[in-house]
């Protein structure tokens, strides 16, 4: 059965609210962004319909043609996936966010790449918080360093930190990760980075992500369900496919 958007969508919202409640926080400290990634602009229009307005896309080409078939609608796009270099100019003009920046040279592309009739684009730094050599983002230890350079970039907004943990059903180790992005957070906030966002938690550990201080979650099978297509081979050559 096609899941019910409309439905799923105000359960999403549901547990988002009770998950913020049971941690002594406000619902509306959470931003839900829905992760359409594989999902057909059809899809991503009944969730408009349904009142969503922001959508995380991971491959670029499947995003463009999403952005084209649905422009007549004020959709707010997060790039959320793994950046090649030659693909920056086409994110820097067609995406609000970007939440995976981990070098230097992707914020300097990036930061050329904007057109200056746009608002400054809103980036996250991603940090590998698992120490998997097969996920994208900088070291824990280098997060510093780099919101450093990124903050003194012109044409973009250094607004925070995204990860994406290790997938487990260990819910120590997940909430030890998020933990450790959270700490990042608050010492370059200490350092005096003006930051606001905390990008972590998708369908299967939201909780734990909203309880350790999540202002937005990436959920994507809660919303739309499982995954309906052949990934082409572009998106299974990413590193980061969930």
Known sequence: MTKNIDSALQSVKKHIATAAINAGRQPEEIMLLAASKTNPAEQVKKAWLAGQTIFGENYLQEALEKILAL??????????????????????????????????????????????????????????????????????????????????????????????????TATALQRSQFQMLRTIYDQLRQDGFDLDTLSMGMSEDMDIAIAEGATMVRIGTSIFGPRRYPIPEELAAARIIR
Request: charged share 25%; net charge positive.
């Open 71 to 168: 422009s007549d609608l004020p959709i707010e796009w997060h790039f959320i996936g793994p950046i090649q270099s030659n693909k920056t100019k086409r994110i820097a003009e067609n995406f609000s966010w970007v939440h995976s920046v981990d070098r230097k040279k992707i914020a300097d592309r990036l930061s050329r790449d904007r057109p200056e009739a746009l608002p400054p684009l809103q980036v996250c730094l991603q940090v590998n918080v698992s120490g998997e050599d097969t996920k994208s983002g900088i070291l824990p230890e280098s997060a510093a360093d780099l919101a450093a350079y990124v903050a003194g970039l012109p044409r973009i907004k250094l607004r925070g930190l995204m990860a994406v943990p290790e997938l487990t």
